[in-house]
C-alpha cells in the first residue's frame, strides 16, 4: 500500500521559518523525481521545489532563495526548509513522487 506522509505545517509569523517532511511507505522513490507543490485558496496548485533522482533541484521563482528541498539518505522522507516566510506563501502544501500524492498540510504566515 503506498503512501506519502506530509507532516511540519503550521502557523508562523512572517519572517519565520518551518520545515515539512513527507515520507513514502509502499514504494521506493529511488529513482524518481520528489516535489513539493502548494495551493492556496482560490488559486491553483503550483509547483514550488523538485528535486531529481541525480539530486538536481529546481524552484519556482517566488521562493527561489527561502526555501530548499533536500532528501535523506535512504531516499525514503524528504524536507522543504522554508525561511523568510511571507503571507503569500500561506497555502496547503504536498509532496508528490511519481504519480502518488501526499494528503496535504497547512502553512499559514501571518503578517
Known amino acids: 500500500d503506498v503512501q506519502l506522509q506530509a507532516s511540519g505545517g503550521g502557523l508562523v509569523q512572517a519572517g519565520g521559518s518551518l520545515r515539512l517532511s513527507c515520507a513514502a511507505s509502499?514504494?521506493?522513490?529511488?529513482?524518481?523525481?520528489i516535489a513539493w507543490f502548494r495551493q492556496a485558496p482560490g488559486k491553483e496548485r503550483e509547483e514550488v521545489a523538485k528535486i531529481t533522482s541525480g539530486s538536481v533541484t529546481s524552484y519556482a521563482d517566488s521562493v527561489r532563495g527561502r526555501f530548499t528541498i533536500s532528501r535523506d539518505n535512504a531516499g525514503k522522507t524528504w524536507y522543504l526548509q522554508m525561511n523568510s516566510l511571507k503571507p503569500e506563501d500561506t497555502a496547503v502544501y504536498y509532496c508528490k513522487a511519481a504519480s502518488f500524492w501526499g494528503r496535504g498540510t497547512l502553512v499559514t504566515v501571518s503578517s
Open positions: 509502499g514504494f521506493s522513490v529511488d529513482d524518481y523525481a
